[in-house]
């Protein structure tokens, strides 16, 4: 079977591209899987990506390549709109409703078609208009499920399936490092800044532990300023972006995250997949999708004096290493529904059952 996975760029460091790319692998030992990559910004993608899955891009965006036409976005559409027409696959996933819009508009309906939707999209007029030509949406959480399903009205039908984590074993943190990290795009949206006030209090309490973030954006002068008025420049660490954050967070003792929301939550997953409990926001769409109080992890209510909350939850941990080893055996448990062949053997299910 032939399986053709459409994605805006197969190249950055989003949790949903790694998502992809860990599915894409897996089914590749037992499928044709190639990746389609609308635009490309680099020379190799930031994640790895099995040797049997064929990667191919529509529009090269690497700098200092030339183009026919001045409009990259041009080019990219027309070339979209090409392939869709032509695509001669058993099955396209999609990636973001955009392009699952432009699928059912323009693939054949001999290709069974699904969209892979993480968020609510921000415009739902397109959305009830094309996706009843879907043949179905496939959802990453619960709330994605119920707010996919009542946004469609079942036409088409929508389905839970998780994440994949990457093949193979994951690495074990030991539990022993005095180390806290977290991961992920530095946005606004993740909200690191209130981590790192949360932070300033256990330094100021556990000045032996150090906190290690990961990652990159447009955030990080400001997180570097805040850092510097905090006095935190001996406690926390900016550690550069990793294509293997699993590795650095089996280093850690927890896993922090700030974030306001977490869509797909790949950061948190590759955290419980090491052992490593996690501490986070109870936001909307949140951490709580993975995060079960006591069992893998802690949630701290947001409001009034949720830097001090966060500081007390972190410090709990901290001072409490049984408790940690306790979290952390549930994350390893919760970890196992996230395994790539228990993903990918949904998927290939789902599938059979449309087609």
């Known amino acids: 079977m032939k399986i053709s996975l459409l994605v805006p760029s197969a190249y950055g460091m989003r949790g949903d591209i790694r998502s992809t790319l860990n599915l894409a692998t897996e089914l590749s030992k037992r499928h044709d899987v190639e990746v389609i990559s609308v635009k490309r910004q680099r020379e190799k993608p930031f994640f790895p990506v099995g040797p049997k899955v064929t990667m191919?891009?529509?529009?090269?965006?690497?700098?200092?390549?030339r183009h026919l036409f001045p409009s990259g976005q041009m080019r990219a559409d027309v070339a979209l709109w090409r392939t869709l027409r032509t695509l001669r696959s058993d099955v396209l996933i999609t990636?973001?409703?955009?392009?699952?819009?432009?699928?059912?508009?323009?693939?054949s309906?001999?290709?069974?078609?699904?969209?892979?939707e993480w968020s609510r999209p921000p415009v739902p007029g397109p959305i009830r208009r094309f996706y009843p030509r879907l043949d179905a949406v496939v959802a990453a959480t619960e709330t994605g499920l119920a707010e996919w399903d009542a946004l469609t009205g079942a036409s088409p039908q929508v389905h839970l399936i998780p994440d994949a984590l990457p093949g193979g074993p994951s690495p074990r943190s030991r539990m022993d490092n005095r180390i806290i990290a977290a991961g992920g795009r530095w946005v606004a949206a993740k909200a690191y800044d209130r981590l790192v006030r949360a932070f300033a209090i256990v330094a100021g309490k556990r000045p032996d532990w150090r906190l290690r973030l990961y990652g990159s954006g447009p955030e990080e002068k400001r997180?570097?300023?805040?850092?510097?008025?905090?006095?935190l420049h001996n406690h926390v660490y900016f550690m550069g972006t990793t294509p293997d954050l699993s590795g650095e967070f089996a280093k850690a003792s927890i896993v922090a995250t700030a974030s306001r929301q977490e869509v797909p939550g790949m950061t948190i997953i590759e955290a419980l997949g090491c052992g490593v409990p996690v501490v986070g926001f109870d936001s909307a769409r949140g951490p709580g999708e993975f995060l079960v109080t006591g069992y893998n992890g802690?949630?701290?209510?947001?409001?009034?004096?949720?830097?001090?909350?966060?500081?007390?939850?972190?410090?709990?941990?901290?001072?409490?290493?049984?408790?940690?080893?306790?979290l952390a055996a549930g994350a390893l448990s919760t970890a196992t529904r996230h395994a790539a062949h228990l993903v990918a053997e949904q998927w290939e299910k789902t599938i059979a059952d449309l087609r």
């Open 298 to 326: 802690v949630l701290v209510p947001e409001g009034g004096g949720e830097a001090e909350s966060y500081a007390l939850a972190l410090l709990a941990l901290i001072d409490d290493e049984r408790r940690r080893r306790s």
């Open 56 to 65: 191919r891009w529509l529009f090269d965006g690497r700098p200092g390549v």
């Open 223 to 231: 997180l570097r300023q805040l850092v510097a008025d905090l006095n």
């Open 95 to 107: 990636t973001r409703p955009g392009l699952a819009v432009q699928a059912a508009r323009y693939a």
């Open 109 to 116: 309906r001999e290709v069974t078609r699904i969209a892979r």
